[in-house]
């Protein structure tokens, strides 16, 4: 189970969900998981260098607090 945005009103909203909580749009089983896949291709990239620069901070703290002397 992951979310995504409504494709009617563009909140967030289950995948898998039969329909949308926020405007109460009907979809197709499917329809969400194709679009949630289609999001995640076009913000995949963005998202992936938005972790990688996390990652290298939280690793750079870490290094700074084991070089300290105890
Ligand atoms: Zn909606």
């Known amino acids: 189970m992951s979310l ?3 494709p009617n009103c563009s909140r967030r ?3 898998d969900a039969a329909y949308c909580p926020n405007c109460f ?3 197709r089983p499917g329809l969400l998981q194709a679009f949630a ?5 076009a913000f995949g990239v963005k ?3 938005l972790f990688l ?3 290298m901070i ?3 703290v870490l290094l700074f607090f084991q070089l300290q002397p105890h």
């Not at 896949?37 to 291709?41: I, L, P, Q």
């Open 53 to 55: 620069s996390l990652f």
């Open 4 to 6: 995504t945005q409504c």
């Open 58 to 60: 939280w690793l750079a």
């Open 13 to 15: 909203c289950f995948t």
């Open 37 to 41: 896949v289609a999001e995640e291709k």
């Open 25 to 27: 749009q009907t979809f």
């Open 47 to 49: 998202t992936n260098a």
